[in-house]
């Protein structure tokens, strides 16, 4: 028995080709949010259906709220909620049909509880789910995750599909929930996703933990390009001094640079010119994690053409 | 009932209750259409018996090769019992019953996980075991809905169709014994989807032990060495005792329920040690 939330030990799980977990180890602490972050094909989807009980270990030890998946799957799902990453159901049914029956496998949940969420994120219950976007389908996946106010949120990659201002309204929720002492534990392969809301993240690759880290140190760690088109010329060396800044390259009075962490000292430098446009893109998981392996930006090397980063 | 609201039926709340009520619910339009299916067999069949009863014809089914006639169950086509026996319940209906369950068997798991829906479900406070049997429940319900209307419109048909000398208590005996059938054959399609996930295996796999199982019963048995492969067919244990006309044959139901009982055992027993969904 842990006091934590879940709690994984050398948790290995085989299965397909070359998918799965190879010993992972995982401590979720009880009250957090925590950022379960890694490229596709990294075993977060296999360590959330462990969670669920939906797959079975290979070998090593799983604790969910002190209780074991496979041996207690029934209490220990009544105090979760679940969102996967395809959220697949019966569309010949209203969202206020499946909401209902879901509430009733559960025991029961207040009807104005799910009345409030539908109104919160705008999706109407009595329309066929058929006839719904993906987004408004989606939105019926978080209401039917959020509903009972579990102990447990378990959220596979659940902002894909929600337009940007749902993402917002879905954070609100994500800090409400933390707020009410509820754990939450979600995936996504898109760092800045989980960046808004997570207090800890913890790095995935190929079934392993790579890294765990509080989210203010991987900001302070991001590295991102950044592009600043100004109305004048500017030089090259006039920016490659900036702290943080690296591989400064100026064409056709566009900056382009690498930015390592705080983006105050750049944008110091930009303030004495009149910048038209700026962009700063997602920083890359694989060059975050490669920090990690040779401790500091500098020894960072180039992206491999290819490296492919989150949308 | 249901109630109308912006073109979408909204389930009475008391359907949502539970797995088996809510998945009977969804099949609704289904199930209507396989009850009219089979119910219609049974009166267009009926329907035929005053041409089938006349020497021309008796004299025309004569003439045909005994062993094509054991083969299609067809040995008695002079009585009542032995034409709505073999028609009705033996061919066309045992056909439709066991199209019905091999699809129903196949979705009950497999189907719902290949589609991807099983994931939400069993991410609730449902056990595996639950979730197996009420799905397998509801074909054995729907079943009997089938069969329950296919008994009354043979009721009521049996007069005007001149179908003299069966009674209500042989047709329901009939209809039990082709229910236990339907629901043997179904349950080697729900074991064999609740244990590998798989849609096609299950129907593969069933289907080809309705197929054997038929040609044990009515044409192996015609090669003597084969003889003994009638015993170990549920098609015998459906027709064998000839129901429709010597009641209900309770071996042979236990033989059949047996069967049932084993096989959605197994499945479900193998379901709740597998993984969901690879």
Redesign the interface.
């Known amino acids: 028995m842990s006091d934590l939330a879940i709690r994984s030990e050398n948790l290995v799980k085989r299965?397909?080709r070359d998918r799965g977990l190879d010993g992972l180890d995982l401590e979720v602490r009880p009250g957090e949010v925590y950022g379960f972050v890694g490229p596709n094909g990294a075993g977060k989807t296999t360590t959330i259906?462990l969670v669920?009980?939906?797959?079975?270990p290979t070998s090593g030890r799983l604790e969910v709220l002190g209780l074991v998946p496979a041996r207690d799957?029934?209490?220990l799902?009544?105090r979760?909620g679940?969102l996967?990453g395809?959220?697949?159901?019966?569309g010949?049914?209203?969202g206020?049909?499946l909401l209902?029956?879901?509430a009733?496998?559960?025991?029961g949940v207040p009807v104005a509880r799910i009345d409030g969420l539908a109104e919160r994120l705008g999706v109407d219950l009595?329309?066929?789910i058929r006839s719904l976007s993906k987004g408004n389908r989606q939105k019926l996946g978080v209401i039917?995750a959020f509903m009972h106010e579990p102990d447990l949120l378990v959220l596979d990659e659940p902002t894909s599909g929600l337009d940007p201002l749902l993402q917002q309204e879905f954070v609100g929720m994500v800090a409400e929930a933390r707020a009410r002492g509820q754990t939450v534990f979600m995936s996504s392969h898109v760092l800045s996703e989980v960046q808004r809301t997570a207090d800890r993240v913890g790095f995935v690759r190929e079934g392993r933990m790579v890294a765990v880290e509080p989210v203010e140190t991987l900001r302070e760690r991001a590295v991102r390009r950044v592009e600043i088109q100004f109305a004048d010329p500017v030089s090259a060396a006039e920016f490659a001094t900036v702290p943080g800044v690296s591989e400064v390259m100026v064409a056709d009075g566009v900056l382009h640079c690498r930015l390592h962490g705080r983006a105050d000292a750049l944008l110091k430098a930009v303030s004495s010119h009149t910048a038209l446009n700026l962009l700063a893109e997602e920083p890359d998981l694989e060059e975050l994690f490669l920090t990690y392996y040779h401790g500091s930006a500098e020894t960072v090397p180039a992206p491999r053409a290819g490296a492919h980063h989150g949308s | 009932m249901a109630v109308e609201?912006?073109?979408?039926p909204?389930?009475p709340?008391a359907v949502?209750?539970?797995?088996l009520t809510?998945t009977l619910w969804?099949a609704r339009r289904s199930l209507i259409g396989w009850t009219l299916s089979i119910a219609g067999v049974g009166a267009m069949y009926s329907a035929f018996w005053p041409t089938i009863d006349t020497p021309e014809m008796q004299q025309a089914m004569a003439a045909y090769p005994k062993a094509l006639l054991e083969a299609m169950s067809y040995t008695d086509m002079a009585s009542p019992a032995g034409y709505i026996g073999s028609a009705v319940y033996g061919l066309l209906g045992a056909a439709l019953v066991v199209v019905f369950t091999i699809a129903g068997g196949a979705r009950a798991v497999a189907g719902d996980e290949e589609?991807?829906?099983l994931?939400?479900?069993?991410?609730?406070?449902?056990?595996r075991t639950r979730v197996a049997l009420e799905r397998f429940a509801v074909i054995a319900v729907e079943l009997m809905v089938i069969m329950i209307a296919l008994w009354l419109i043979m009721i009521v048909i049996s007069g005007p169709a001149q179908l003299e000398g069966i009674t209500a208590g042989e047709y329901a005996a009939a209809g039990i014994q082709l229910t236990l059938f339907g629901l043997a054959i179904g349950s080697v399609s729900f074991a064999v989807g609740a244990a590998t996930g798989r849609r096609g295996w299950a129907i593969s796999v069933a289907s080809a032990v309705a197929v054997t199982g038929y040609l044990a019963n009515g044409v192996f048995p015609q090669f003597e060495p084969l003889r003994w492969t009638r015993d170990v067919t549920p098609w015998n244990w459906f027709l064998g005792g000839a129901p429709l006309r010597n009641g209900l044959q309770m071996g042979d139901c236990g033989l059949l329920l047996a069967m049932t009982v084993v096989l959605v055992g197994l499945g479900t027993w193998a379901f709740t040690?597998?993984?969901?969904?690879?």
């Open positions: 299965y397909g259906r669920m009980d939906l797959l079975h799957g029934v209490s799902r009544r979760i679940y996967g395809d959220f697949i159901v019966n010949r049914q209203s206020a049909e209902g029956y879901l009733h496998l559960r025991g009595g329309r066929r039917q | 609201t912006l073109g979408v909204r389930a709340d949502t209750r539970t797995i809510k969804e589609d991807g829906v994931d939400l479900l069993l991410a609730h406070p449902v056990s040690r597998r993984d969901i969904g690879v």
